[in-house]
């Protein structure tokens, strides 16, 4: 018999992942790529973040799509070779997918945080294995900083 709170977890992870799966789907699921459908799938918390870093195109950072870590792919390859499993952490998936199918083509994966909203939905809040959208630089001394030339990342001992 499952304790109350661990159902909880389990009806938990299960909504995010049909979220997720909703996500790539719409998105990337054909070639038809709705960037307004993607902001009903993202937090403005990464929202801000992206248009922070594309914004700019004499300097911009962000040249690729983060959710597929590239700039072309095939939709239906997507939707075929789509996989969702939850990480060791809560609210923290592995998105699995092949971009194009083709033969020794390696899985592409994306590991995504997922936040609850206050009407319990799930958002999209951080991409943990890029470096400019997994927001892991907490202080000033460590992050993406604003200067002349626009965004830089800046690693710096505290």
């Known amino acids: 018999m499952h304790r109350r709170g661990s159902l ?14 909703e ?4 998105v990337y699921g ?3 790529n709705n960037e307004v459908l993607k902001k009903k799938f993202l937090s403005d918390r ?7 870093l594309t914004s700019d195109e004499e300097n911009l950072i962000l040249d690729y799509d ?6 072309d792919y095939d939709g239906n390859i997507i939707k075929k070779t789509l996989e969702i499993k ?6 923290e998936y592995r998105v699995s997918f092949l971009l194009f199918g083709e033969k020794k083509e390696k899985p592409t994966n994306i ?11 799930y958002l999209i809040d951080g991409i943990l294995n890029d470096e400019y959208l997994n927001f ?18 800046i690693k710096e001992k505290t």
């Open 111 to 121: 590991d995504i945080l997922m936040k609850e909203n206050e009407n319990g939905d």
């Open 136 to 153: 892991k630089y907490s202080n000033e001394k460590e992050g993406l900083k604003k200067n002349d030339e626009g965004y830089k990342l």
């Open 8 to 21: 909880n977890t389990k009806n938990d992870s299960e909504k995010a992942i049909v979220t997720l799966k």
């Open 30 to 32: 054909s070639d038809n």
């Open 46 to 52: 990464i929202l801000k973040r992206i248009d922070s």
């Open 66 to 71: 983060p959710f597929i870590k590239g700039q």
């Open 23 to 26: 996500f790539y789907f719409s």
């Open 86 to 91: 939850p990480l060791n952490k809560p609210n």
